[in-house]
């Protein structure tokens, strides 16, 4: 059987096992059930502690390469067994960018979503906020414009239900400077959002915010009830060589999550490649886990692949599987 079709056929079984409606369920830990499926033989299943979404630039080379219509984000979610959406902001360009993110297009948006997210029964999680600007920068101008920029997008992430938005905090690449602004781009950025009752989420996504101890002194000192982090299991690269794309300063991938995670409102369980056993090559996605739920974390796991030597729906698909499978490994 070809790897696409065993995935996607294990998967579906399992998928189609754990909500079987004969199951009777009982509470055990928090955020976990155990399953006890009244048919002669079946096993036990025991319930991750957290929620799965996916992140839309999973398949950014679906819609950038093959055409794929970025509304169709929520049918597949819900096809590949997802109950969560987290959108990506640049995978709706050229159209809302050629618009000027008017407020009819930003409109347009928001209302295609929502009704697509209702027709497949999905919720809205957050939307990742990608080319508005730069928050830590140092020209105080520049910084105050891209907090503007980015309160379109509080706005639409309200209409749409998400109870985020994630930011950037590109800017100055003086330690110093950098949190100084980022500090400033952020608790403005949160007042505005509190409002709304939306919260401003920083990932660790290159550059200083990839320091997890400099990314958690910013949230120590913004210190709102609104602000927090987005930790990303693979997106610790500070600097990259010139004219490459290989790292040539790594944080410690474990040390940064567990840096972030006493602020995070939302995770990100970043692929690229799997072993054999269905096992990601460079993360311990157990270890990782195991940090995430220490941490009282219940809610989304989002599942972003991003690796080029699988298909984007089969790497979706053995992404969430290893997260399911990791989740059972756990104390």
């Known amino acids: 059987m070809k790897r696409r079709n065993f995935i996607r056929n294990s998967s579906q079984a ?26 002669e033989g079946a096993e036990t299943v ?48 050229p159209e809302l960018e050629d ?8 409109a347009a948006f928001v209302e295609k979503s929502n009704a697509e997210a209702k027709k497949h029964g999905m919720e809205n999680v957050l939307i990742m906020i ?51 602004n980022s500090i400033d781009g952020l608790t403005k950025l949160c007042a505005y959002a509190k409002g709304k009752n939306i919260n401003i989420l920083v990932e660790n996504h290159g550059g200083l915010s990839s ?9 120590k000192a913004v210190a709102l009830d609104n602000c927090g982090t987005l930790p990303d299991f693979g997106n610790f690269c500070i600097t990259r060589k010139k004219d490459s794309r290989e790292c040539e300063v790594m944080y410690d991938k474990y040390k940064g999550v567990k840096e972030l995670m006493p602020y995070a409102k939302a995770v990100s369980a970043k692929t690229h490649d ?30 972003e692949y991003e690796g080029n030597k699988i298909g984007e729906e089969d790497g979706i698909i053995a992404t969430r599987e290893l997260l399911l499978k990791a989740s059972k490994e756990i104390s």
């Open 14 to 39: 399992g998928l189609a096992f754990s909500i079987l409606g004969f199951a009777a369920c009982k509470e055990t830990k928090k955020g976990e059930k155990v399953i006890d499926a009244t048919s």
């Open 46 to 93: 025991i319930e991750p502690f957290f929620k799965l979404s996916l992140a839309q630039w999973s398949i950014h080379r679906m819609i950038r390469e093959d055409g794929v219509d970025p509304f169709t984000f929520a049918e597949k979610a819900k096809n590949w067994g997802f109950s969560g959406l987290e959108y990506v902001s640049q995978l709706y360009n």
């Open 99 to 106: 618009a000027g993110y008017s407020e009819e297009a930003m």
């Open 130 to 180: 990608d080319g508005q600007g730069n928050l830590a920068v140092s020209d105080e101008k520049e910084r105050n414009e891209t907090v503007e920029k980015h309160k379109k997008w509080v706005d639409a992430a309200a209409a749409m239900g998400c109870h985020s938005i994630r930011v950037n905090l590109s800017g100055s690449n003086d330690p110093e400077e950098w949190k100084k």
């Open 211 to 219: 320091n997890g101890a400099l990314h958690a002194e910013v949230m």
């Open 274 to 303: 799997f072993d054999a056993e269905g096992n990601e090559t460079e993360i311990d996605y157990v270890k990782m886990l195991q940090m995430v739920k220490d941490h009282g974390y219940t809610g989304f796991v989002g599942v």
